[in-house]
């Protein structure tokens, strides 16, 4: 924006900057004020509380049938809703603004495990007490926007055995502490929810009890002081905060560097295909920790304890893949032929080796597909088969058409580079321009010229003599 308004051409220049500091918006009012054009920039509701440079400062807010347009001065004017221009404005005003989604749990607090598996939908999240928060704003054209995404997040609970309302609850919000209390409150309007029904600190929700105060909204009405005074800066905080009158800061969640997660089975497993539904967790859980590493892997290994150690079991692909769907079915494959020593106890999945790579890029005739389909060909014969019996061939360096390949592993380069290999055409014997002198009792020796055709690899042609000896005894 500040480069547009310097060149002087435009009349009007629009932005949108979620996250712009002080200095930055300074030099942005300094290049408008310059160059006699007009700068708008659009800014999150939560953005309101802090100081800006700019000269006039104006709020956009929806309400009921109307949208609401607040100037710095207090005045309120009221625009009537038009079909059409309310639904393309709230559209793009959530792949703008940060939307965040709640994940509320009932009594369990969330793990790295499922914080790992959170990682499929967004890199940016935070873990709250019970709770798992997830910032969707800017990805939600990956997954085909809001109703697509609670969809796969819903069925991603229930492959977690994250089942029913009671388990796990969600609800979406502009901010992350709307999003917990709507996800607590199961509702959708935050002024309706019940003070009752959400969490406070110790004793506030009996202070508001005994003000008359039964909903959120009633108590918003109050000012920041009124209700600092009477229910502590703590909680008034947290209501400005779910309208976005303030900041809220979160610490995001750290992905550890390596995977190296465990899960304790509720009961002792004999069966080693009933292992499947547990081991579909750490799967899911390493599936969205490669997406953010935006790493791969070729191999990991899934241990299943027992009292009496640990028994491994690899996993071996293709080629790179962070798909769970991949790793799910060669897991599968491997379970239905393992014969369990002894009942298992618990579950760890270990991912040692990674290497980056790159998201996969749409065509318009999804060329991707023959080679995924081709890698997972491989790792279906390699879990039924064996892995010994399925493996690829590399050319090797030898001049002998039967030994110029050898077995490898699928995936693995050349051993060496094979250098061209002629094919020789001999023509009939001549006699050696120079005999050997000096000895008693030599043969007579012939000489052969070589020559060779062009190659198929390099077009290389060679020249040289093949000599062979023929020794006679004197008489």
């Not at 059409?84 to 509320?104: D, H, T, Y």
């Not at 002629?422 to 020796?445: E, K, N, Q």
Request: glycine content about 10%; charged content about 20%; some cysteine.
């Amino acid at each position: 924006m500040e480069q547009a308004l310097a060149s002087g051409a435009p009349r009007a220049v629009v932005g949108w900057a979620p996250y712009a500091d002080a200095r930055a918006l300074r030099r942005l009012q300094v290049a408008a004020a310059g160059s006699g054009a007009l700068a708008f920039l659009f800014r999150p509701a939560g953005m309101a509380a802090e100081s800006s440079a700019a000269p006039l400062r104006l709020q956009l807010a929806g309400e009921g049938g109307a949208w609401p347009f607040a100037s710095s001065s207090g005045a309120v004017r009221r625009w009537p809703r038009r079909s059409g221009w309310r639904c393309r404005a709230r559209r793009e005003s959530v792949a703008m603004n940060p939307l965040w989604l709640a994940i509320r749990f009932n009594g369990n607090s969330p793990t790295p495990s499922l914080a790992c598996w959170a990682g499929a939908f967004t890199p940016r999240l935070s873990l709250a007490e019970n709770a798992l928060l997830l910032e969707i704003g800017g990805c939600l054209r990956l997954f085909g926007g809001l109703d697509a995404l609670r969809a796969q997040v819903a069925q991603g609970l229930a492959e977690q055995g994250l089942i029913g309302q009671d388990a796990a609850r969600i609800a979406v919000a502009a901010t992350p502490q709307a999003a917990l209390w709507l996800a607590e409150g199961q509702g959708k309007d935050l002024d309706a929810l019940t003070i009752t029904d959400l969490t406070w600190p110790a004793g506030v929700a009996e202070k508001l009890a005994r003000f008359g105060l039964r909903r959120l909204g009633e108590a918003r009405r109050l000012t920041f002081g009124a209700l600092a005074r009477r229910i502590g800066k703590e909680a008034a905080t947290m209501i400005a905060r779910a309208y976005g009158e303030t900041h809220d800061p979160r610490p995001d969640f750290v992905f550890p560097l390596r995977f190296d997660e465990r899960i304790e089975l509720p009961a002792v497993v004999e069966n080693a295909p009933a292992l499947l539904f547990a081991a579909r967790r750490l799967t899911a859980a390493l599936a969205g920790w490669l997406n953010v590493r935006q790493a791969g892997l070729r191999a990991c290994r899934l241990d299943l304890v027992h009292r009496h150690g640990a028994l491994p079991l690899p996993l071996r692909f293709a080629d790179a893949t962070r798909d769970g769907g991949r790793i799910d079915r060669v897991l599968r494959e491997r379970l239905e032929r393992l014969r369990l020593a002894a009942p298992v106890e618990a579950l760890c999945l270990v991912a040692e080796a990674v290497e980056p790579l790159a998201g996969h890029n749409g065509g318009l005739f999804d060329e991707g597909n023959a080679k995924e389909s081709m890698a997972a060909l491989i790792e279906r014969l390699r879990a039924r088969l064996g892995e010994e019996r399925v493996y690829g061939i590399v050319p090797v360096a030898d001049h002998r058409p039967e030994c110029a390949t050898q077995q490898a592993p699928i995936g693995a380069g050349a051993v060496t580079v094979p250098p061209p290999r002629p094919s020789g055409c001999w023509r009939g014997p001549s006699p050696c321009p120079r005999s050997p002198a000096g000895r008693t009792g030599a043969g007579r020796s012939r000489c052969w010229p070589a020559r060779s055709a062009s190659s198929p690899a390099g077009g290389i042609r060679t020249k040289g003599w093949v000599t062979f000896a023929v020794t006679t005894s004197s008489p």
